[in-house]
């Protein structure tokens, strides 16, 4: 019992390195993914979890044009699309941290990439099955969630340290209310065009507010900066008196 706390313990300090996270489920979601990665078998690496994860947003997108064409019940399938998403794109940074391989910049660059790919894709896939202007909220939910990944480099970029999440929200938390909104669809028939309104203003919301918090830290970045250079400025005049 004492060696299996101790290994979790180790694959939890493992999998957190290079990562902050705030978003309300973190607790649960870390010690499931301390969990998984260590039963991950071998012959999967983190590109390939990578693709498993895409291959989990091509779901999702192919789940609306199924429903849009053949019957609203194939909007189930995102369930699962959402679920092997998660395990997909949750694992395969922390698998490499795990097993002592991370490639920092590229697994950076390939997440973010294939991220952005896979929200245009759930976007269109709504676009398609929503009707007349309703259309409209596919394309602002994926406005606003690029703008939650890009306030989110800024803030690796300006403050050192990588967060995915954007307060209390994080890509766990958007596929639960996601899913949730996609489910009361099916039973109740033209539910999603609203709820996916209300998801677009909460997210909106969010934004903003971290975007204000984003501000503050990159305002912080630049006095702390300018107190270098003038310590730098006033250095130098001594030792040219």
Not at 24 to 43: F, G
Request: charged share 20%.
């Amino acid at each position: 019992m004492k060696e299996k706390k101790f290994k979790m313990a180790k694959t939890l300090r493992l999998i957190a390195t290079d990562r902050q996270r705030t978003n309300i489920l973190r607790n649960w979601e870390q010690k499931t993914i301390a969990y998984l990665v260590q039963k991950v078998p071998s012959w999967i690496s983190s590109d390939g979890l990578t693709a498993i994860g895409f291959f989990g947003n091509i779901m999702v997108a192919s789940s609306f044009v199924m429903g849009a064409f053949l019957n609203r019940y194939w909007l189930l399938l995102s369930l699962l699309g959402f679920l092997i998403n998660w395990v997909g794109d949750s694992l395969d940074g922390r698998l490499a941290y795990y097993r002592n391989r991370p490639r920092k910049w590229y697994g950076f660059s390939l997440d973010v990439t294939v991220d952005w790919i896979g929200t245009f894709l759930i976007g269109l896939g709504y676009t398609i099955y929503a009707p007349g202007w309703w259309k409209y909220a596919g394309f602002f939910f994926v406005v606003l969630y690029g703008w939650e990944m890009v306030t989110a480099q800024l803030r690796y970029k300006i403050g050192g340290k990588y967060s995915i999440d954007s307060g209390i929200f994080g890509p766990t938390e958007v596929r639960i209310l996601l899913a949730t909104i996609i489910t009361v669809e099916v039973f109740i028939p033209g539910s999603l065009q609203y709820l996916a309104t209300v998801a677009c203003i909460i997210l909106l919301v969010s934004n903003i507010i971290e975007t204000r918090n984003l501000l503050y830290l990159a305002d912080e970045r630049d006095k702390a900066d300018r107190r270098i250079k003038e310590k730098e400025y006033k250095k130098k005049q001594i030792e040219n008196a």
